[in-house]
């Protein structure tokens, strides 16, 4: 180990995350939406009903809008008969209005005429025609609309109706600023009446791969290339994360074709760039000087596994505001995933005005014994013990079982099929080399099933 490599020279995960959360120059600017297009986007202010939600008194069951007194004693044996005065269609006001002796047909969902208390069931009813004869009990509410109805049993005041506002008051608040729309809350702010929201603009991420053995997916590779997986897996990550991506290509490890890259980025308006590769100390490695070029680095060398050669800075303004983050990733693809997920994640989150950067902790239990680099916090690839419908099984204290993905290939930098079954990560602190089987730890869920949009 050299003494760049001792642990004491490297930034703990904590303080990286910090440096890099304090230098987001806050949550992008606001814009409005139509509340259609608004699914997993970030409310810049509380969301607010406009109406209430059910708007008005209405139906809960098709049936028959009554006056709860008047049936108080109805039975099988002994009905009480009601002359039936009109319809009340969904979609419109009743015409009619409930009287003593009277009933109005209803459907489900439909404003409550004046004067009734209550709605009887269809299936507690029998129609009877004008020339006196029953209909069949429990049929359906359609049809032509009978002379009168027996009802069979009483119902109390309030009965299968649901009042205005009993769900929504207008002026309520129905979506808190800062959490993304999920789709019930898309369709509840629809039916509270609202059209449009102010949303945080998307935040815009410059994604540039660097290499010169790099490849774009399909091409030919010659003697000495390999396909890029970081850059379509930066742009997934992003898209996953709320951004919305600039797509800045590959290029090779000279240092005047970065900077020229990565100052196109800076005047697409970029939030932040995202480079893979070059953060190392190669002769290769141009990354360092490429962000000095443009702005200043903050940190390099975090001490992390995998994903040690993580560095951050800054391009700034004549006036030193931020004009943009920089990041850059190692160029193994599972450490890019890893330094994403620890890292930009949360600052993307930062930038598009979420409340919440980081997903809930988890518990997990060790299936296998597992090591580590001295000194640094590693974040394994594993995958979750689950039971026969899929779900995550759990131990008596709550403990998910995992196990290390990747099986024999092992737990290496660039072993991308390890990363692609992996369900998440799991956490062994600096101080443990080594952790036995049945040891616990903490488990970081990853963008998949189990890990959701919030």
């Known amino acids: 180990m050299t003494v760049a490599e001792a642990p004491s020279q490297l930034m703990s995960v904590e303080t990286a995350l910090e440096r890099i959360l304090a230098a987001v120059p806050g949550s992008t600017p606001p814009e409005e939406i139509a509340i259609a297009d608004a699914l997993w986007r970030v409310p810049s202010h509380p969301v607010v009903a406009t109406v209430s939600l059910p708007p008005w008194d209405n139906s809960a069951m098709d049936g028959y809008a009554i006056r709860a007194a ?41 404003p409550l005429p004046a004067g009734a208390d209550a709605v009887v069931p269809v299936e507690l009813t029998t129609p009877i025609d004008a020339a006196g004869h029953l209909g069949h009990r429990g049929r359906d509410a359609t049809g032509p609309l009978p002379a009168a109805c027996l009802v069979h049993s009483s119902v109390p005041a ?25 789709p019930s809350s898309v369709a509840l702010a629809a039916g509270a009446g609202v059209s449009t929201v102010e949303v945080h603009r998307r935040p815009l991420i410059g994604v540039l791969a660097t290499g010169d053995e790099l490849r774009s997916p399909g091409q030919p590779l010659g003697p000495a290339g390999i396909p890029d997986a970081n850059g379509p897996g930066l742009r997934a990550l992003v898209r996953a994360a709320g951004g919305e991506v600039v797509d800045l290509g590959i290029v090779g490890d000279h240092l005047e074709d970065v900077t020229r890259r990565l100052r196109h980025g800076l005047e697409r308006g970029v939030d932040a760039l995202i480079v893979s590769g070059g953060v190392s100390v190669g002769p290769f490695d141009v990354i360092k000087l490429a962000f000095e070029s443009i702005g200043r680095l903050d940190l390099w060398r975090v001490a992390v596994q995998p994903g040690k050669p993580f560095a951050f800075g800054t391009a700034e303004e004549a006036n030193g505001r931020t004009r943009a983050l920089l990041f850059g990733l190692p160029g193994n693809p599972v450490s890019t995933a890893v330094t994403f997920e620890l890292f930009v994640r949360p600052a993307i989150r930062r930038l598009g005005g979420h409340e919440r950067l980081n997903r809930p902790p988890d518990r997990a239990v060790l299936l296998e014994d597992v090591s580590k680099s001295h000194g640094r916090r590693a974040f394994l690839r594993v995958v979750v013990e689950r039971d026969a419908d899929g779900a995550p099984r759990r131990d008596r204290e709550g403990r998910i079982p995992v196990r290390l993905a990747g099986g024999a290939l092992g737990q290496g930098s660039h072993v991308l099929s390890a990363l692609a079954v992996a369900d998440a990560l799991a956490v062994i602190p600096e101080a443990a080399d080594d952790l036995a089987a049945g040891s616990g730890v903490e488990l970081r869920w990853l963008d998949g099933p189990d890990a959701g949009q919030a």
């Open 158 to 182: 309030g009965g299968s109706i649901r009042r205005g506002g009993s769900d929504i008051v207008a002026g309520q608040t129905i979506a808190p600023a800062g959490r993304a729309l999920t």
């Open 70 to 110: 008047e049936v108080a004693e109805a039975t099988e044996s002994d009905p009480v008969r009601l002359h039936v005065i009109g319809d009340a269609p969904p979609g419109a006001a009743a015409t009619a209005a409930v009287s003593a002796g009277t009933a109005v047909r209803i459907a489900t969902g439909a």
